[in-house]
């Protein structure tokens, strides 16, 4: 589970890294509505921070999905707006902050391989994977690590997500298991996949 992923004390970050903390069962965002977006490949959303005074437009996002069934890292992209407050989501009328962001990767978690919590909490044990407030900051260091493993993940997971892309549109299934958005998807595959 834990690798030998190490933050260099000597870089700074050139933007936060946040973690969407989701849980589908408790959410108003429903994990059918999650899958939605992945088959209308649509990664723009809104997401409530806690963090919303450290947060701003161009920081990175990773969402974790937490609760029941498979949990960890599922959807990564950039926040593309400065937190702004609205209506709280769970009416139960607190000040809420949210954020809008551009997902570049939105997968499945029941279908194909996420960077899961138990790794998470091996590689970087002084941060709740478990649950808690969503819209969190992680510090350089964290965000470091979280990074090193998200390119590792991408990198061991290509040749899987382009055999489940190829094979999808050859069977003309709808695609329910992978967004990834078009720079990213050339990046990995090396293609458009139109």
């Known amino acids: 589970m834990k690798n030998n992923y190490q933050a260099n004390p000597n870089k700074k970050a050139k933007r936060q890294t946040v973690i969407f ?3 589908p069962a408790i959410s108003s965002y ?6 939605h977006n992945i088959v209308s490949e649509d990664g723009s959303m809104d997401w409530s921070v806690w963090d919303h005074e450290k947060i701003k437009k161009g920081d990175q996002f990773f969402m974790l999905k937490v609760g029941c069934g498979t ?8 926040i593309i707006s400065d ?3 609205d209506a709280d989501w769970s009416g139960k009328g607190r000040t809420v ?15 194909l391989p996420i960077i899961g919590t138990a790794q998470l909490q091996a590689n970087i ?3 709740d994977w478990t649950g808690g407030h ?17 390119k ?12 489940r892309l190829d094979l999808m549109k050859k069977r003309r299934l709808t695609n329910d298991q992978l967004f990834l958005e078009r720079q990213l998807r050339r990046k990995l595959l090396g293609k458009d996949g139109d």
């Open 83 to 85: 937190p702004v407050e």
């Open 125 to 127: 044990p002084d941060f």
């Open 97 to 111: 902050y949210y954020c809008d962001y551009y997902a570049e990767l939105m997968v499945n978690p029941e279908t």
């Open 30 to 35: 429903e994990f059918l509505r999650y899958l």
């Open 134 to 150: 969503s819209g969190i900051v992680l510090t350089d260091d964290q965000a470091e690590i979280l990074n090193q493993m998200y």
């Open 21 to 23: 903390k989701w849980n």
């Open 152 to 163: 590792a993940y991408l990198k061991e997971n290509a040749p899987l997500f382009a055999d």
């Open 71 to 78: 949990c960890g890292i599922v959807s990564a992209g950039t």
